[in-house]
């Protein structure tokens, strides 16, 4: 059995875009409306000769209503199958309800979490990035999953944590 890294995050933060990013190409459906992921897909992926599975979570419904306990159930469901999880938060907007949702999630799961900080897109966006270290996870690793920024970086550490 292969190690098995979650991914998870609210809707929207890149989640799709990382999982592409780590697999080398485009299968992961990436959509600028939220929601269009099926519920859990699995990956295989390799990273410096070390295979691992990826799972990318998402299809929930985007109702403004109930939205952050939708997203908490369904991590709670791929985190509940994985290994190590890594939770996807957008930098640009900040820490979010649901976002705050999803860290009682993971700490209740006491399972190994990488927290990356996504679509810090050039220098300017590590400022931002920073300000995710309120979410007592650790260090956040800034990444541009859309045109690859740091996602060497995010590589290294998943093999860490796997
Ligand atoms: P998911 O819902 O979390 O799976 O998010 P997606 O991967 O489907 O991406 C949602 C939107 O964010 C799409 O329009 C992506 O092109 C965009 N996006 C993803 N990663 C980045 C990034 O690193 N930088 C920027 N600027 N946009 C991104
Ligand atoms: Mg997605």
Do not use: C
Request: aromatic share 4%; proline share 4%; net charge negative.
């Amino acid at each position: 059995m292969l190690p098995v890294l979650a991914v998870i995050g609210r809707p929207n933060v890149g989640k799709s875009t990382l999982v592409n990013r780590i697999l080398g190409h485009r299968e992961a459906v990436v959509e600028d409306t939220p929601g269009v992921t099926r519920d859990r897909v699995f990956y295989e992926a390799n990273w410096a000769g070390r295979d691992f599975m990826l799972v990318d979570t998402g299809g929930w419904e985007d109702k403004v209503e109930g939205i952050a306990y939708r997203v908490a159930e369904q991590a709670e469901l791929a985190i509940g199958l994985a290994d190590a999880v890594m939770f996807v938060v957008d930098a640009n907007v900040g820490i979010t309800h649901t976002d705050e949702q999803l860290v009682k999630v993971l700490r209740r799961s006491q399972k190994p979490v990488l927290l990356v900080a996504n679509k810090v897109d050039d220098q300017r966006g590590e400022l931002e990035a920073a300000a995710l270290w309120n979410l007592g996870l650790g260090e956040p690793h800034p990444v541009s999953a859309l045109h690859g920024r740091g996602s060497g970086d995010v590589l290294d550490r998943i093999l860490e944590i796997l």
